[in-house]
């Protein structure tokens, strides 16, 4: 499995921005992905920051490229 930091730089060179890591554990959790819980995450069951719409299929493009969905 792709660490975040090579999925940010993934996304970075082929579409231009990079994602936050929140961004990127919210799409593990939405497709059903094992993701850690970040330590300084204040609750559990609500995302502060959750990957906006316009960015979510990039996202799930480099989950895509390192086989980590079909």
Known sequence: MATYKQ???????TYGFVPKTCWIAHMKEVLGLESKIAVNRIDINKRTHPCPEDKQRY???????FDMIG
């Open 59 to 65: 996202i799930q493009e480099a989950f895509r490229y």
């Open 7 to 13: 999925i940010q730089e993934y996304v970075k060179e």
